[in-house]
């Protein structure tokens, strides 16, 4: 069992930036790879980025790409998604997942465990 807690959402205005944050336990962290995903309200759970099981290759979202960055600490167990240049239509409710998969993938039904989400909320 896998347990994952995200922290760090918040209300911010549309330019700014937040630093989301994703503790694991329950399970050996650096065994497989880990994913954010967003869902907005009266839409569908969307991948947002991804990262290998060792840190060494990230993938992302074209709708992200150049604005979030995400990165993770093996020996803290945790992921984290730094998100700058934030529009309104970032605004959403992001989740934190892991797979036993080295790699991941854009799927969220591919990942096993996922955290209660936490809110990012974006003003014009």
């Known amino acids: 069992q896998v347990q994952l807690v995200e922290s760090g959402g918040g209300l911010v205005q549309a330019g700014g930036s937040l630093r989301l944050s994703c503790a694991a336990s329950g399970r050996t962290f650096s065994s497989g790879a880990m994913g954010w995903f967003r869902q907005a309200p009266g839409k569908e759970r969307e991948f947002v980025a991804r990262?290998?099981?060792?840190?060494?290759?990230?993938y992302y979202a074209d709708s992200v790409k150049g604005r979030f960055t995400i990165s993770r600490d093996n020996a803290k167990s945790t992921v984290y998604l730094q998100m700058n240049s934030l529009k309104p239509e970032d605004t959403a409710v992001y989740y934190c997942?892991?797979?036993?998969?080295?790699?991941?993938?854009?799927?969220?039904?591919?990942?096993?465990?996922w955290g209660q989400g936490t809110q990012v909320t974006v003003s014009s």
């Open positions: 997942a892991a797979t036993s998969s080295p790699y991941g993938s854009r799927g969220y039904t591919d990942y096993d465990y």
């Open positions: 990262i290998t099981r060792s840190g060494g290759v990230t």
